[in-house]
């Protein structure tokens, strides 16, 4: 396979006979023509629903993806859990769907209108002839590390050894290619790429002799240095500028449900500033979601994501897009800009409204 999304671009190629519209069941636009007001500012420490809030039917029903369990994809059903998509007129159905670039096809096929997932899946359906802008970036670094078996010892050890992504084309197939071209290495030529599955499917693939490493984000990490297992390199300290996470929705539904994905941006940027106000309450999120009652795997992802990953006013990095671009096979990523892919209108609108001055007054710094 050539050196980057490969599969990938196949897959999203076959993805665009779809038409790109909005789903067929999309509830129609019947709310005011402008969001809730984010209110008076509550106590410090307060969030979501007070008790015994009488909450009116919702405007709009939701699904929306999560495309693996991770400290980002925590931030749907923290909101879910607080409230704050019913607070903000919503019935949001938060579901499982691996891999970005398979969320990426529900959309396309009109399954699903919104998503939280890698830049790299998006910008590949666009460049494809998608119409999927970005409205905002989440997480703007890398967070993956590279962990591999006790034999290596470094990462020119890599050659001719496996490693293991969770899917071809994927923000870490991209993330772990990336990182063996600026070691020394040419995936797939000196170092194979193997498609796993999931974070924990990888470390099971170490444990089997199936693979030599992978690149795995907290709480896995945990998992595979109990293991035995370590790392030999950490992507987000290379230095290079990565959009990673990013929040997206089909251009059709944008035009036509604008108010709806105003209610659903509020209420996910909410949840960030939860995320870091309330370690107590995300981390019992956090362990519903992960299904574990594992304290130092909650310490440490509510540490990295709180402190570290999560933006709390976030806008994508343009720098970031074109680090992707940089890496596309696509012909077209030669002369596109990475401010062709993002769409900010429901962001700035959030800004102008004093939204981001509410949040500061309610959760703090």
Same mark, same amino acid.
């Given at each position: 396979?050539?050196? %980057?999304? $490969?599969?990938?671009?196949?897959?999203?190629?076959?993805?665009?006979?779809?038409?790109? $519209?909005?789903?067929?069941?999309?509830?129609?636009?019947?709310?005011?023509?402008?969001?809730?007001?984010? +209110?008076?500012?509550?106590?410090? +420490?307060?969030?979501?629903?007070?008790?015994?809030? =009488?909450?009116?039917?919702?405007?709009?029903?939701?699904?929306?993806?999560?495309?693996?369990?991770?400290?980002?994809?925590?931030?749907?059903?923290?909101?879910?859990?607080?409230?704050?998509?019913? $607070?903000?007129?919503?019935?949001?159905?938060?579901? !499982?769907?691996?891999?970005?670039?398979?969320?990426?096809?529900?959309?396309?096929? +009109?399954?699903?209108?919104?998503?939280?997932?890698?830049?790299?899946?998006?910008?590949?359906?666009?460049?494809?002839?998608?119409?999927?802008?970005?409205?905002?970036?989440?997480?703007?670094?890398?967070?993956?590390?590279?962990?591999?078996?006790?034999?290596?010892?470094?990462?020119?050890?890599?050659?001719?050894?496996?490693?293991?992504?969770?899917?071809?084309?994927? %923000?870490? =197939?991209?993330?772990?290619?990336?990182?063996?071209?600026?070691?020394?290495?040419?995936?797939?030529?000196?170092?194979?790429?193997?498609?796993?599955?999931?974070?924990?499917?990888?470390?099971?693939?170490?444990?089997?002799?199936?693979?030599?490493?992978?690149?795995? !984000?907290?709480?896995?990490?945990?998992?595979?240095?109990?293991?035995?297992?370590?790392?030999?390199?950490?992507?987000?300290?290379?230095?290079?500028?990565?959009?990673?996470?990013?929040?997206?929705?089909?251009?059709?539904?944008?035009?036509?449900?604008?108010?709806?994905?105003?209610?659903?941006? $509020?209420?996910?940027?909410?949840?960030?500033?939860?995320?870091?106000?309330?370690?107590?309450?995300?981390?019992?999120?956090?362990?519903?979601?992960?299904?574990?009652?594992?304290?130092?795997?909650?310490?440490?992802?509510?540490?990295?994501?709180?402190?570290?990953?999560?933006?709390?006013?976030?806008?994508?990095?343009?720098?970031?897009?074109?680090?992707?671009?940089?890496?596309?096979?696509?012909?077209?990523?030669?002369?596109?800009?990475?401010?062709?892919?993002?769409?900010?209108?429901?962001?700035?609108?959030?800004?102008?409204?004093?939204?981001?001055? =509410?949040?500061?007054?309610?959760?703090?710094?």
């Amino acid at each position: 396979m050539p050196r %980057s999304f $490969r599969a990938g671009l196949a897959a999203l190629a076959l993805a665009t006979l779809f038409a790109c $519209r909005a789903p067929a069941d999309a509830p129609p636009a019947t709310a005011p023509s402008s969001a809730p007001s984010s +209110g008076a500012a509550q106590p410090a +420490g307060s969030h979501g629903l007070p008790p015994g809030a =009488d909450v009116a039917a919702p405007v709009a029903k939701l699904r929306v993806p999560y495309s693996a369990i991770a400290g980002s994809t925590l931030l749907l059903p923290l909101a879910r859990d607080a409230g704050l998509f019913a $607070r903000n007129g919503l019935d949001v159905e938060v579901v !499982s769907i691996p891999g970005s670039s398979v969320v990426l096809q529900s959309m396309l096929a +009109g399954e699903i209108p919104i998503s939280a997932v890698s830049s790299a899946a998006v910008v590949e359906a666009d460049l494809a002839g998608a119409d999927i802008p970005i409205i905002a970036g989440v997480v703007n670094r890398a967070v993956n590390v590279l962990m591999v078996v006790p034999s290596v010892n470094a990462v020119a050890d890599l050659k001719g050894k496996r490693l293991g992504v969770p899917r071809i084309g994927d %923000s870490t =197939d991209f993330l772990t290619r990336y990182a063996l071209r600026q070691q020394g290495l040419e995936p797939d030529r000196d170092t194979a790429i193997l498609q796993i599955g999931g974070n924990q499917e990888i470390v099971t693939a170490m444990q089997n002799g199936a693979i030599e490493g992978g690149a795995l !984000s907290s709480p896995s990490t945990i998992r595979a240095r109990r293991l035995g297992y370590h790392q030999v390199l950490d992507l987000g300290a290379l230095g290079v500028p990565y959009q990673h996470t990013t929040v997206n929705v089909l251009g059709s539904y944008l035009k036509t449900h604008e108010d709806v994905v105003q209610r659903f941006l $509020r209420a996910y940027i909410e949840a960030i500033w939860l995320f870091r106000a309330d370690k107590e309450f995300t981390q019992k999120a956090l362990a519903d979601f992960a299904s574990t009652d594992d304290q130092e795997l909650l310490d440490e992802t509510w540490e990295l994501y709180a402190l570290h990953y999560l933006e709390r006013i976030p806008y994508p990095t343009l720098e970031g897009l074109q680090t992707v671009l940089n890496e596309s096979l696509q012909p077209k990523a030669k002369e596109a800009k990475p401010e062709q892919f993002v769409d900010l209108r429901v962001l700035e609108s959030l800004k102008a409204s004093g939204f981001f001055d =509410d949040l500061r007054a309610r959760y703090g710094d």
